[in-house]
């Protein structure tokens, strides 16, 4: 199978100014075509850097595909690089130029000289018409290789991928042979040294393959198959994460686009349960994502000031109980001075318990951190106490 890389261009992405959506987006789609994607690379508007990162790319991979560059202005300085790194010349291309002018003329503008500029590329390339931009986009095509340059404008980037590009790709690469598919499984209150401990086994197969990506709070574990079809690619995959789940037993809260937040409500809804949050310390994030998640009503307080025990956390609950009623409370509270600290805490009718956890990494990571683990916590309390009432009922 072919395989990959991407250099996304621009002074812009290098500074921090603007965060690049563009490879993630390419990798992901391309991944779903068979395509093995072995780098991405991010180069200032610089020629010769450019240049010399394609010619580097070349030596290892089939498909090279650049975003960014293709505008009108003396930093926009791809097609020249493009042309230095396979040894050709700029050439004016009269077609690209009269659909330059008629897209302006869409616009109701009239384009300016340097727009000009945009309708020079490599001698030799194929045109790729962008009927959603004025910057024309190209491709290099080789023997066993090709140089594809795409404009940065996501909108216009995605347009071509899909229109021009994969249709080009799949033609030459015969890329509908084998398809990727991944999985990807969602693991809390857990870490990754210890899911790499119980699952290390797993981690050295060929396909599918398994890797594991570490958030403050939250591991995935993505589970990645190779096949003819997507129906092929689940049936090699499934044996694989059903083991890992059995391994990881409940520190697994949901697979692909599952949040913490999305399992909660779920639970909620099912059993008609309401719950009550009282936070401090958080900026009102964690109750933002419950009730972005629950579709019922949810009762919250912000507090302006951290209380670090139960005793205290159940004197404002029984202030706001006055006025709403909830099956569940939880508390959240972030302790400023140790930076740090969160407490927690859990009540329902008849069960109630704080704990507080110390987190280790970067300190700008603790408020992320202390949200997931403070959602797994709700959970698992929630789903015990509906068990224990179950078993009450029997």
Not at 112 to 126: K, L, S
Not at 253 to 281: A, C, M, P, W
């Amino acid at each position: 199978m072919p395989n990959l890389e991407i250099i996304t261009i621009g002074t812009e992405l290098l500074l921090g100014e603007i965060i690049d959506t563009n490879s993630t987006y390419i990798a992901r789609t391309l991944r779903d075509h068979g395509i093995d994607i072995f780098r991405i690379t991010t180069i200032g508007d610089n020629t010769s850097r450019i240049a010399g990162a394609i010619r580097e790319a070349l030596e290892r991979a089939n498909i090279v595909i650049t975003t960014g560059g293709l505008g009108p202005t003396i930093d926009d300085p791809t097609r020249q690089a493009v042309a230095d790194a396979t040894n050709r010349k700029l050439v004016f291309q009269p077609n690209l130029w009269a659909e330059i002018e008629h897209r302006f003329r869409d616009y109701g503008r009239v384009p300016t000289e340097n727009n000009r500029r945009q309708a020079f590329i490599p001698e030799g390339a194929i045109q790729v018409r962008n009927p959603v931009g004025t910057a024309p986009a190209f491709i290099i095509d080789e023997e066993e290789a090709c140089v594809v340059s795409l404009p940065g404008v996501p909108r216009e980037m995605e347009f071509l991928l899909h229109e021009s590009i994969i249709p080009y790709l799949s033609r030459k690469f015969k890329l509908n042979t084998q398809i990727i598919k991944a999985t990807v499984l969602h693991a809390a209150s857990i870490g990754e040294s210890a899911i790499d401990e119980l699952i290390a086994d797993l981690e050295k197969m060929s396909n599918p393959t398994v890797g594991l990506l570490a958030h403050p709070g939250q591991v995935d574990i993505r589970v990645t198959s190779k096949a003819e079809s997507e129906l092929e690619a689940l049936q090699l995959s499934r044996p694989v994460i059903q083991e890992i789940r059995l391994r990881l037993g409940d520190h697994i809260y949901g697979q692909d686009e599952e949040t913490l937040e999305f399992v909660i409500s779920k639970i909620l809804n099912r059993h008609q349960l309401r719950l009550g949050l009282v936070e401090f310390g958080l900026e009102g994030k964690l109750t933002e994502r419950i009730k972005t998640a629950q579709s019922g009503d949810i009762c919250s307080k912000l507090l302006d000031e951290c209380i670090k025990d139960y005793s205290e956390f159940e004197k404002i609950i029984q202030e706001i109980q006055k006025k709403n009623y909830c099956d569940f409370w939880f508390g959240v509270s972030l302790d400023l001075k140790a930076q740090n600290l969160v407490h927690f805490f859990f009540k329902n009718s008849n069960h109630k318990l704080s704990k507080t956890r110390k987190y280790g990494g970067p300190k700008e990571y603790v408020p992320l951190w202390a949200q997931n683990i403070g959602l797994d916590f709700l959970k698992r309390e929630i789903i015990n106490s509906i068990e224990k009432d179950k078993i009450g009922e029997k």
